[in-house]
């Protein structure tokens, strides 16, 4: 039971699974990219951005991430609802499959593009809407962050500990920030021009 509900909670993620030979593309290699080259001119650059408080860049991007699930929630129930006679046939070769629980045996499943931009909009969803709570504890936390930073630097390896902590976070987030942008390019270039081709 526990594994059947933890199948459908976290189906939002599901569009990172989708098996075909372009996918890593978009949901790996391109984010990972960005964020190296994005991190590598902050770094090469030492650009000092004030991150925390009222004009800090971390609150301008919580400002237009509170936005981003709505957005895309509507573009999710769009593509639900949307007519067409090609919406539901299965995608040209190679198609794109995707595991799904039938009755509690995960079976290969070819999608349509209905299917494949529901899997889409569902991960742009989640992601937003999890960058976005995880702004908001980072803005939450400011105030008692100084605090934290004298805890750490006074544990043994303390400098290396919060380094890797600033290191993991910020890591995340600027992936979670590049992949949200590939694969919103990705959902428009499907919309605008792939669903109409044969």
């Known amino acids: 039971m526990l594994h059947e509900l933890l199948y459908e909670l976290t189906r939002g993620f599901a569009y990172r699974h989708i098996t075909h030979p372009d996918m890593r593309k978009y949901t790996t290699l391109l984010p990972l990219v ?5 991190a590598a001119l902050y770094l090469g650059l030492r650009m000092d951005f004030k991150w925390l408080g009222a004009n800090g860049v971390l609150g301008g991007l919580q400002t237009i991430l509170s936005t ?41 499943h070819p999608l349509s593009r209905r299917q ?12 937003s809407f999890l960058l976005c709570l995880l702004l908001l504890g980072i803005s939450a936390l400011a105030p008692v962050l100084p605090n934290l930073i004298k805890t750490f630097h006074a544990l ?25 942008i ?6 428009i270039f499907f919309l605008t021009e792939r669903m109409h081709q044969p």
């Open 68 to 108: 981003l699930p709505g957005f895309y929630f509507a573009g999710l129930a769009a593509v639900a609802t949307f007519g067409g006679p090609g919406m539901d046939k299965t995608m040209p070769a190679p198609t794109p499959s995707i595991k799904i629980r039938v009755r509690g045996t995960s079976v290969l």
């Open 182 to 187: 590939v694969t919103t390019l990705h959902g």
């Open 156 to 180: 043994p390896y303390g400098d290396w500990l919060w380094w890797t902590l600033e290191f993991v976070i910020g890591s995340g987030i600027l992936f979670g920030f590049s992949s949200m």
């Open 34 to 38: 960005i964020s190296a080259v994005l």
């Open 116 to 127: 494949f931009l529901a899997y889409l909009f569902s991960y742009l969803v989640i992601l």
